[in-house]
RNA sequence: GUGCCCGUAGCUCAGCUGGAUAGAGCGUUUGACUACGGAUCAAAAGGCCGCAGGUUCGAAUCCUGCCGGGCACGCCA
């Protein structure tokens, strides 16, 4: 919170100045365009109605008035601002003695008290393959999990596995009428993709297999041993792949606990609603009507009496409530699912279940590919598998061109090309669509994790070269290269927080591509190892702390820093 | 049809919850050190912020209506 210290002395000179509480004070502040122009501003607009004065003059005046403060350098007047600058070598001081010091924890706070967050992400088919569309929820779930655990809440991350309903019996009926079990062990995940899109395409003239594969889940839901034998290893087989590339991900979860976890706990469901006198007949089916809210009813129970989603996810909410009693829930699952969540919370929320409050929905945009949707069913699709090969095998050209001696190729490789792949979704807003692009998801070049990525590395060639020096005076840190950079590293724990309050690991990435560029900037301007003694001391500091921060922040969005690329 | 989301440079996108001259990357053009990694750096060109109203001292940002695109809308998840 390095900036903060300042903002909040600010803060305290201006409080006795102006008729405002300190806390508008504090909210009012803000980042002016340029550094030029100051490290924060307080704009006067504010005052002017009250003092009935030109916004410009009541600057002028508090700027007079504040007058001299050992933490800044100066108060200047920009029409109706008043800029604050901070005392650079305060600030560097500060600011890269505080990394060095907190090392991994720079840029952690105490924000979530401890408190628990649930975190519902990843959640793949495991009747459809794994594609980029489920990546999305997986790197977004998993970013915003180290998030919030860096601001210091409880972490439960949880992989709702699509594991259960009609799609399985419809996958056991396509298996029952062309499975074959010799391709089943040879090649499954092939396989089930061929019979799953088998079942949608030979649908659209049969109209009698839907009906065989709604009937095929009844059974499974009713415990038929053929039915379940089946499930079971149609799901072990998904379940091998999935662990496989999540392994090349590198990202864990504390808990599987797909659909079908939740079976036992579908009638107590059903039951409680029935109790709050919520459930009604409709059509055959059991339903909530959300009329009153505007939406259609929520379906708990089908015609010939099988569960539904709606079902499970109302169990999986009531579950989660109670095993962890969470201040925050967070489903980590795409836009196109907007009515369910809204539909879920509103049953909660009419059981008289408050803490449906605490759960939201973090949406994010559809992945579209070849003009369209990504559609299993219609066979466009891009395997998940195949991009991470493909982005790891660029990665390893590269080096075979620029790094031929490096140790750890292989894994090196690993780390940059899903480092593109992973950055290439979080560094924009997560709400907007993403056109599946070859090009883009191959370019390593500019605004990408590998850019930040060979920062890091550079640094840390540098300091191999470079034993530890003594004490360093970080107050020399002052010039047009080393100040900005120092600035930019202070903004870190407000980045965190911002990303952790919204749910966009866009503001990690983004302020991560800052830091960068303004390292480069001073890379390729200030020599470190060649400096002077002083200057060079404090350059190796300054260039720690660097690394320290990109590697601290490529941890949050789920990205490795390798020390050589 | 109804509801929600998106629309900013040729392309992909930022724009800090209403503030200062609208910023990056890619692509294009031109340049860069016998220092520490050229996956880099510097510079140029490129804009009625979809359109029209409204609120406000002040709008890319908030409200309304259009236009264009996307998503969703009872027995899938």
């Not at 300042?6 to 550094?35: C, K, M, W, Y």
């Amino acid at each position: 919170m390095e900036m903060k210290v300042f903002q909040e002395r600010a803060v305290r000179l201006l409080a006795g100045l102006v008729p405002i509480e300190p806390e508008q004070i504090r909210a009012a502040l803000e980042t002016p365009p340029s550094l030029e122009m100051g490290n924060f501003a307080f704009p006067c607009f504010l005052l002017a109605k009250e003092l009935k004065w030109a916004p410009a003059k009541i600057a002028t005046d508090l700027a007079e008035k504040v007058g001299k403060d050992p933490f800044f350098e100066r108060v200047d007047v920009r029409g109706p601002y008043l800029n604050f600058f901070a005392h650079r070598g305060k600030l560097a001081e500060h600011t890269v003695g505080e990394i060095l010091s907190q090392g991994g924890d720079y840029g952690r706070s105490d924000q979530g008290g401890g408190q628990t967050v649930v975190l519902d992400y990843s959640a793949p088919n495991i009747a459809k393959p794994f594609g980029v569309g489920h990546l999305r929820s997986t790197i977004i779930g998993n970013s915003l999990y180290r998030i919030h655990a860096a601001l210091g809440y409880q972490c439960v991350g949880i992989n709702y596995i699509g594991d259960w309903g009609t799609q399985f019996g419809k996958l056991i009926a396509a298996f029952r009428r062309w499975g074959d079990e010799e391709k089943l062990a040879s090649d499954p995940i092939q396989h089930l993709y061929e019979l799953y899109v088998g079942f949608h395409q030979e649908a659209e003239t049969d109209p009698e297999l839907e009906e065989e594969g709604r009937a095929w889940f009844k059974k499974l839901e009713e415990g038929d041993p053929a039915a379940r034998e089946l499930w079971r290893r149609f799901r072990e087989i998904s379940l091998a792949e999935f662990r496989r590339v999540y392994a090349l991900l590198g990202m864990e979860f504390d808990y599987w606990h797909g659909e079908s976890f939740y079976n036992d706990l579908l009638e107590a469901a059903i039951a409680a609603v029935e109790q709050a006198g919520l459930l009604e007949r409709s059509q055959g089916a059991l339903v909530v009507s959300l009329e009153d809210e505007g939406m259609p009813p929520c379906l708990l129970r089908k015609q010939d009496g099988a569960t539904l989603y709606h079902t499970r996810d109302l169990a999986a909410a009531i579950y989660r409530h109670e095993t962890w009693h969470f201040a925050k829930a967070l489903y980590v699952v795409g836009v196109d699912q907007t009515l369910h969540f809204r539909q879920l919370f509103a049953v909660l929320k009419k059981m008289g279940l408050d803490w449906v409050e605490k759960c939201q929905h973090v949406p994010f945009g559809m992945i579209r590919y070849g003009g369209g949707k990504m559609s299993t069913r219609q066979g466009r699709l891009v395997f998940l598998a195949d991009v991470l090969e493909e982005a790891t095998h660029r990665a390893r050209q590269i080096i075979a061109a620029k790094n031929p001696d490096l140790e750890n190729r292989e894994e090196t490789a690993r780390q940059v090309g899903v480092g593109a792949l992973i950055f290439g979704d979080l560094s924009n807003d997560r709400i907007k669509d993403i056109d599946f692009d070859w090009d883009q998801v191959m370019d390593f070049s500019g605004e990408t994790a590998p850019y930040i990525q060979y920062a890091h590395a550079r640094i840390c060639s540098i300091l191999r070269k470079a034993p530890a020096e003594g004490e360093a005076d970080l107050a020399l840190l002052q010039d047009e290269y080393e100040y900005p950079l120092v600035a930019a590293l202070s903004r870190f724990p407000e980045a965190i927080e911002r990303a952790g309050d919204t749910c966009k690991p866009s503001f990690v990435a983004r302020y991560l591509i800052e830091v960068a560029k303004e390292f480069s900037r001073f890379y390729h301007q200030c020599p470190v190892l060649a400096a002077e003694p002083g200057a060079r001391a404090a350059r190796l500091a300054l260039v720690a702390a660097v690394r320290q921060v990109l590697a601290n922040g490529l941890y949050l969005l789920g990205i490795e820093a390798p020390q050589e690329m």
